[in-house]
């Protein structure tokens, strides 16, 4: 059974031409909850948002919202509001009148649409410049313009797409929590395209990890960091290793894999690079079978017991860590 | 400056050099010059611009056949031909202007009288160029007859005297009667008298033509036509009287008694062959190019008479020496016959019928200039069939159509002022 | 440093100079001459310098002028709204309905292919078309539509009109189509998003956003309308006059400080329209 605000995609299908963007994917989001669709461009996570927005067709399948299939409505009768990757914000307007736009094509008069325009603008903390025009402000500034004029439509879900993408690094850390807390505050979802796995993990309750066209694999950012299911998203999120061993394919974290002397640990491995990074040293070695396998030391650690390359070590973890992959 | 063509690579100061050599050495020995001119004038080229009434290929090649030297020609519309010869007395050596166009660029100095005595033909020019007379007995018509302003008071003359004093201004070389044409198989009735441009039964068919000077006396032919007022002089108005003629217009214009006014002899022959027009104001030539598309075409004799005008050449001021003995050799060939027998058999009248006479056929001679029915076809210069056995021409003989001239094209005293309300008319 | 900045300077200087100059000597100089001109007097043969406004007295005295000024504006105006209405649907089509840019670049270079050939020619075939015994009215009258040729079609305004819009449209195409290349199509999206309609997302999105292209249309398309003679006069059979018809009589007819006086009240007039657009959109985004 479906609830309120609760999205579903249904064999969720995109060709274009011959070309399948989407393959058949099925997926139903946490409700009030903040998600991000994740993987490297072209794996479909975009044409999925624009699907669930209304701004591409759905080839196949369904998307229900709070139990209704919105997959053939336009976008403003869907519940969905968009924030677009560049922001679009309409250039000849001002601030106040981004913001107020759908207002004022439902036809609500001037004097109401830029009162809750305003309360909108309070909201992301805008009032000051609500008679700016979008070129006079900061990309952190037009960010939360695009924000005021998505949520003013009072959408159930939100709809991201890459919003960050255009920040400069610091603005992007500050803007992620300003997001976060946002959602938090508003409790509607939030749907985030992003390929940048930190950014995922930091904002999502759940993760989905989308490659070549269907979803790899979904679930809360923990498990997804922790235990991938497949080699794509073990390396795909980072800090795992994939290792071959005579039962399968697993991943095990870099910072679960411990250095011992030679014969030691699990294998036997050769040093072939150490690099510092500060809160850790992050050793590469070769096991047999030409696999390389990297393992992440706290730095004390390290100093202790240092290494370099040539040296023979083992390689030791625990078991509860290494997680079968199924592709 | 007058131009030379580059065949030889002599500079045109070379040749003039040699010319002066030449004079000098033509000094001591007599006998030789003339050979010697004769040989450098190949090299000339003479510049000349003109309505497109004259200004035929046909004669600049026959030109460097009969006389070695290079004619290069220029045809402009009315107006423009006035500016060049008022403004950029550089950029011509000979002008082939009217006789109004002379009298308003004349004054300006850009033009040198010409000697008479040496024209060969002087003697034989028509009457109507030297005394003003067509013959002992006629009447002078209205409007700035070419004898008024041909002649000048001497070499530097800028004035006109109305005496033959032996200086002309231009020398004549073609003139013509002109009235309105018609479309004999569009209107179906006969056609007599110039009020009938103003008939309302031809309301959105009639045109006249967007030349000032000369649709103002087309204007004037039709007022008093129509019995409205006769003028003293249509060729010279008072302003009240140009009010009047133009308010009569401006109210049939107003009325949508006209299809389109034309500038240009292309246009008066489209307007007239596509049937737009049936009744217009035209020139001879026009008339012929279009019955050479087979459509019937009149260029209809009107019981009031004629307007008529008179062509000539003028020299530049800047041409001097072995150029305008080149001009004047040029001048003296296009009166000794050849010219004038292919404009005469275009429909217009050569200033010399004598000479040209003896470049026609008898049958040509008696249809173009006798008024005779023709004989065999009369054919254009290019070869058209204009007329067939049995045919006489539109109005008749040289006599009976001249004769008929009540009025020239001229230069009013208040032309400004007619100018002016030409413009409102057309704004209207 | 001194010297570089000084060194600098000269660079820059030099670098606009030959702009500079042939603006000066092509434009400038021009202009000064005819507004010299237009104060000098004019008899029947010879124009004689002078200061003095009888020129401009005349042409503001006389009721022509306020005619054929009002005419002008009258053609400049209705061509300008029918280029303007043609310009945005093609340039619109082309912009928002055709996919490929292949296609785009194809069509539109089909749009520019009248302007191979020269203006006079492409408005003179007006003439037979439209002529009583043309082809339009021997089409209809073969349809039955009409039981005898109709007058108007040409040698009237609407011919005039008819050949302005033919002429020009291309001008109003070209800088709109540019313009509208340039809309983020995001922010259709994000209009449609905000629940606007198609015909809202037209009237509050698309046309304030090709201002500046609608602009820069409408000054060409003036501007050239302002300063024609050729097509008003044949098209109109010589029954009509603008300005420039008024222009070109007066040079046909040596009165130059006349046609000067007109010239510089035409250019006056041209620069205030413009300026009078100009205050509408800022166009200099666009350059």
Not at chain 1, 3 to 9: F, M, Q, Y
Not at chain 1, 218 to 240: I, K
Not at chain 2, 279 to 305: D, F, R
Not at chain 3, 90 to 114: D, E, G, K, M
Request: aromatic share 10%; hydrophobic share 45%; proline share 4%.
């Amino acid at each position: 059974m479906t609830k309120k605000h609760d999205l579903e995609l249904v064999k969720v299908t995109k060709r274009y031409g011959q070309t399948v963007a989407v393959d058949a994917i099925q997926h139903r989001f946490q409700p009030s909850s903040y998600t991000c669709l994740l993987g490297p461009s072209g794996c479909g996570k975009s044409s999925t948002l624009r699907m669930i927005a209304g701004h591409e067709s759905v080839t196949e399948g369904a998307i229900l919202l709070s139990g209704r299939d919105i997959s053939a409505l336009p976008p403003a009768q869907r519940g969905t509001a968009m924030m677009f990757q560049n922001y679009a914000l309409f250039p000849h307007l001002s601030v106040l009148d981004n913001v107020a736009f759908s207002l004022k094509m439902k036809g609500v008069d001037v004097k109401e649409r830029h009162t809750k325009a305003g309360e909108m603008l309070e909201l992301v903390d805008l009032t000051a410049l609500a008679d700016r025009l979008p070129d006079q402000l900061s990309g952190g500034q037009q960010q939360r313009v695009a924000l005021a004029r998505a949520l003013i439509t009072r959408p159930e879900v939100l709809l991201l797409d890459e919003p960050l993408s255009a920040l400069d690094p610091f603005l992007r850390i500050r803007m992620r929590g300003e997001l976060k807390k946002l959602q938090k505050e508003l409790g509607i979802s939030f749907i985030h395209v992003t390929h940048g796995q930190d950014e995922a993990l930091a904002l999502a309750d759940e993760i989905v990890v989308m490659n070549d066209a269907v979803i790899e694999q979904a679930g809360s950012a923990r498990d997804v960091f922790n235990a991938p299911t497949t080699r794509f998203v073990a390396q795909f999120m980072g800090g795992h290793n994939v290792i071959a061993l005579p039962e399968g394919h697993f991943a095990i974290r870099t910072d679960a894999v411990a250095i011992t002397a030679p014969q030691k640990g699990r294998l036997d491995a050769q040093v072939t690079a150490v690099e510092y990074q500060g809160t850790h040293v992050s050793l590469l070695s070769r096991i047999t079978g030409d696999q390389e396998i990297t393992a992440l030391v706290p730095e004390a650690e390290y100093f202790t017991t240092p290494h370099h390359p040539g040296d023979r070590i083992g390689l030791h973890w625990d078991a509860k860590n290494l997680h079968q992959l199924t592709a | 400056m007058t131009k030379l063509t580059s065949q030889t690579g002599l500079s045109r100061r070379d040749l003039l050099k040699g010319a002066a050599s030449t004079a000098i050495a033509a000094g001591s020995t007599t006998l030789g010059a003339p050979m010697l001119w004769a040989q450098n004038i190949k090299d000339v080229t003479l510049r000349q611009f003109g309505t497109g009434v004259s200004n035929l290929n046909d004669v600049a090649n026959k030109v460097k056949e009969d006389l070695g030297f290079t004619l290069e020609m220029t045809a402009l519309d009315t107006d423009s031909v006035t500016q060049r010869a008022a403004t950029q007395p550089n950029s011509f050596d000979i002008a082939d202007i009217e006789y109004f166009i002379c009298k308003k660029v004349w004054a300006a100095g850009n033009m040198q009288a010409m000697d008479t005595s040496k024209i060969a033909n002087y003697d034989k020019i028509a009457g109507t160029f030297r005394s003003g007379l067509l013959t002992p007995t006629s009447t002078i018509a209205q409007g700035t007859a070419p004898h008024t302003v041909g002649f000048t008071s001497g070499p530097n003359g800028t004035d006109f005297v109305q005496e033959e004093s032996g200086w002309m201004t231009l020398i004549p070389t073609i003139y013509n009667a002109d009235t309105l044409g018609i479309r004999p198989d569009l209107i179906g009735r006969p056609i007599n008298n110039w009020s009938e441009l103003l008939n309302p039964e031809f309301k959105g068919k009639a045109s006249i033509l967007d030349i000032s000077s000369i649709g103002i006396m087309d204007m004037a032919m039709v007022v008093e036509s129509m019995g409205e007022y006769t003028y003293p002089d249509k060729g010279n108005m008072t302003k009240e009287e140009i009010d009047l003629t133009l308010g009569i217009f401006t109210e049939a214009k107003k009325n949508g008694q006209f299809r389109a006014f034309w500038k240009s002899f292309d246009e008066s022959v489209n307007l007239m062959a596509s049937g737009e027009v049936v009744i217009q104001s035209m020139w001879s030539p026009a008339i012929t190019a279009v019955k050479s598309q087979g459509v019937p075409c009149v260029y209809q004799p009107l019981e009031e008479g004629y307007r008529s005008w008179g062509g000539g050449l003028g020299i530049s001021a800047a041409l001097s020496g072995l150029e305008l003995e080149a001009a004047y050799e040029y001048i003296n060939w296009y009166l000794s016959g050849w010219v004038g027998g292919y404009l005469m058999r275009q429909g217009y009248y050569s200033a010399v019928p004598e000479t040209s006479k003896e470049f026609m056929t008898a049958d040509e001679w008696g249809f173009w200039y006798e008024g005779k029915a023709a004989k065999g076809d009369i054919l254009s210069p290019t070869g058209d069939k204009l007329a067939g056995a049995g045919e006489v021409r539109d109005g008749g003989a040289f006599l009976d159509r001249m004769g008929s001239v009540v009025c020239w094209n001229s230069v009013m005293d208040e032309n400004q002022y007619m100018v002016r309300k030409w413009n409102e008319f057309i704004a209207a | 440093m001194k010297k570089l900045l000084e060194n600098r300077n000269v660079t820059g200087w030099l670098m606009v100079s030959p702009l500079a100059a042939v603006l000066l000597v092509f434009l400038v100089m021009p202009i000064i001459l005819i507004i010299i001109v237009s104060f000098w007097r004019a008899t029947e043969f010879s124009i004689i310098p002078a200061f003095e406004w009888d020129n401009y007295a005349f042409l503001f005295g006389s009721p022509v002028t306020y005619t054929v000024f009002l005419n002008t504006f009258k053609y400049a105006f209705i061509t300008w709204a029918f280029t303007l209405v043609i310009g945005f649907t093609v340039a619109y089509y082309l912009t928002f309905h055709i996919r490929s840019q292949t296609w785009q670049i194809a069509l539109f270079l089909l749009c520019t292919i009248p302007f191979w050939t020269s203006n006079i020619i492409r408005m003179i075939s007006w003439i037979p078309f439209l002529g009583r015994n043309g082809i339009a009215n021997s089409t209809l009258m073969s349809w039955g539509v009409l039981d005898e040729p109709v007058e108007w079609l040409l040698f009237s305004d609407f011919a005039v009109i008819l050949a302005f819009v033919h002429l020009y449209t291309l001008f109003m195409v070209v800088p709109i189509f540019n313009t509208m290349m340039r809309i983020d199509r995001s922010l259709i999206e994000a209009a449609r998003d905000a629940g606007a309609s198609g015909v809202q997302i037209l009237w509050n999105v698309i046309i304030p956003l090709t201002k500046p292209g609608i602009m820069i249309g409408t000054i060409f398309v003036v501007t050239l309308v302002m300063g024609d003679f050729i097509t008003v006069r044949f098209m109109s059979g010589s029954q009509s006059a603008n300005v420039g018809r008024l222009i070109s009589n007066d040079i046909a007819l040596l009165q130059y400080p006349s046609a000067s006086a007109t010239a510089i009240v035409l250019l006056a007039t041209v620069l205030i329209t413009i300026g009078i657009l100009l205050r509408f959109v800022d166009i200099r985004k666009e350059l």
